[in-house]
């Protein structure tokens, strides 16, 4: 792995309106990485459509360090594709995506690095602690990890983060996958790869406010669960299910209990009680149909995305 004639380390920041916090964070991010890659690295700074002087200052780091390299979006596209731009971007052996609010550890780098150098491709950042997490933003974490293992197939450890380094090999998988509504960390986690994991505690943001909301995590939840798992398409149809068999359970007993018996455990269902039943039996089936029609909609769903039907780590053999 010599660092002479390649870049062994790429660092890709995605940051929007982050203008106050990109020196202080390249401040303490470049010596671990002059110190970990022997001078071979470079810090993409992604720009994600900032309106204030975050370019500037990016493209003034540059002046002074050829290593900082600035990749403006044209517009805000969100976290997920300025993460995507960058890791395209990017020509390190080795790729580590943060945040560009200081709240990923620089100080945990080594030991990503460590982790790659023993031949772990995927290296995951996994948060055990956040002092300025709220409760909602917390417990919400929760749940979406909760339903996200359970919808989607995957298995993604809670507290995973973008927080990461990944493989050359890795990266040249990720750029061929084309879905631009997908969470980043998923769609590494869906091309395999062998995998290790370090702790960290996240620590505060250094200046201002966060300019990615709970709404815009909350979108981003919703977009992941529609993108990797057709689960939620067939809901509906499971919903459906029970509610054809209860009422048909339950119109069955009707019909036996009330006509052909003529009543004898006094349940006097009315007429309109009766038709309720039928309504309801009725609504099921409409749900049970949704259902089937969720299948081919998931199977559509499947074949759109363009998903390689198979990833390869690496040949031994000659000729394959």
């Known amino acids: ?38 001078n ?10 900032s309106h204030d002087s975050t ?48 709240q990923h550890p620089v100080d945990r780098i080594p030991d990503l690095v460590s982790a790659w150098k023993q031949g772990w491709q995927v290296v995951v950042g996994v948060r055990t602690h956040n002092r300025n997490e709220g409760l909602v933003k917390k417990y919400g974490s929760k749940l979406f990890y909760a339903l996200f293992n359970r919808l989607s197939g995957q298995r993604m450890v809670p ?11 890795v990266q040249q998988e990720f750029i061929k996958l084309n879905e631009p509504q997908s969470i980043t960390r998923g769609l590494i986690d869906w091309l395999g790869f062998k995998r290790a994991y370090v702790t960290y505690a996240a620590h505060p943001r250094m200046h201002g406010p966060a300019s990615y909301t709970f709404r815009n995590l909350s979108k981003l939840a919703a977009h992941s669960f529609v993108s990797l798992s057709p689960a939620p398409l067939y809901a509906f149809g499971y919903l459906g299910l029970a509610i054809t068999g209860v009422s048909f359970v339950l119109g069955l007993a009707v019909l ?25 039996f009725l609504v099921g089936l409409t749900l049970v149909s949704q259902g089937v029609l969720a299948l081919y909609i998931s199977y559509i769903h499947t074949q759109s995305k363009g998903r390689p039907l198979y990833v390869v780590n690496h040949r031994e053999s000659r000729g394959l």
């Open 1 to 38: 792995m010599s660092t002479s004639d390649k870049t062994v380390l790429s660092v890709v920041i995605p940051v929007h309106n982050e203008a106050d916090n990109i020196q202080p964070l390249y401040m303490v991010l470049d010596p671990v990485l002059k110190h970990v890659s022997k």
């Open 40 to 49: 071979a690295y470079e810090i993409i700074f992604v720009d994600d459509g």
């Open 55 to 102: 370019a500037r200052v990016i493209a003034d780091l540059h002046g002074m360090n050829g290593r900082v390299k600035l990749l403006s979006l044209s517009k805000n596209f969100g976290k997920e594709i300025a993460l995507a731009a960058g890791i395209a971007a990017a020509s390190g052996e080795a790729i580590i995506l943060m945040d560009g609010d200081g």
């Open 159 to 169: 507290g995973s983060s973008d927080f990461r380094l990944i493989d050359r090999a």
């Open 256 to 280: 036996i209990e009330q006509i052909i018996l003529n009543d004898p455990l006094s349940w006097d269902f009315t007429g309109t009680a009766m038709l309720s039943i039928l309504v309801l």
